[in-house]
T-cell receptor, first 110, second 113 residues
């Protein structure tokens, strides 16, 4: 079993749709969680950290479920510019090593 | 402007040659990391360094070497022992606190012919 698993997609959605991605992690001792966004052939950039209480940043909402060991990312009112690959990232312990999922590709269509 | 730079953006080498990828940061970050990314796969950790003059192997260190003689610099050498060196290589840094996010350089796309 992979340490961090994501559905690679692609998720094809129309503009304005709401889309949700899930990510599961295997190490119950994981401490920190992040969503990164990666555009084609570019470096990943931090989208948002994921906190236990859940957090929201504009159209983006991240949730953490420690009991079931998954995190989610919800995007409301999708824009064409949201088309990218979304990487689920877990910091398993205090070494600073991050474990990356393979990414979920989102394509927003007009 | 503060940031992480990697050079070159594209690199071509012949099979059997060693090649060194550059990574520099002026963010005063303690920790630096090297990843490779292959199509359809997540980033995989090659080496990381938490402090100057110290580094540890990541998950796929075989065929690679690094040095950390200066805080700002963490060059990666891809040796001829690396079986499949063609990939997108990403360097990252973070302040050193375990829970901080990492900041990535723009990447170097290495193609071995």
């Amino acid at each position: 079993r992979k340490e961090v698993e994501q559905d690679p997609g692609p998720f094809n959605v129309p503009e304005g749709a709401t889309v949700a991605f899930n990510c599961t992690y295997s190490n119950s001792a994981s401490q920190s969680f992040f969503w990164y966004r990666q555009d084609c052939r570019k470096e990943p950039k931090l989208l948002m950290s994921v906190y236990s209480s859940g957090n929201e940043d504009g159209r983006f909402t991240a949730q953490l479920n420690r009991a079931s060991q998954y995190i989610s990312l919800l995007i409301r009112d999708s824009k064409l510019s949201d088309s990218a690959t979304y990487l689920c990232v877990v910091n398993a312990n205090n070494t600073g090593k991050l474990i990356f999922g393979q990414g979920t590709t989102l394509q927003v269509k007009p | 402007d503060g940031g992480i730079t990697q050079s070159p953006k594209y690199l071509f080498r012949k099979e059997g040659q060693n090649v060194t990828l550059s990574c520099e940061q002026n963010l005063n970050h303690d920790a630096m990391y090297w990843y490779r990314q292959d199509p359809g796969q997540g980033l995989r950790l090659i080496y990381y360094s938490q402090i100057v003059n110290d580094f540890q192997k990541g998950d796929i260190a075989e065929g690679y070497s690094v040095s950390r003689e200066k805080k700002e610099s963490f060059p990666l050498t891809v040796t001829s022992a690396q079986k499949n060196p063609t990939a997108f290589y990403l360097c990252a840094s973070c302040p050193g606190l375990a829970h901080n996010e990492q900041f990535f350089g723009p990447g170097t796309r290495l193609t071995v012919l």
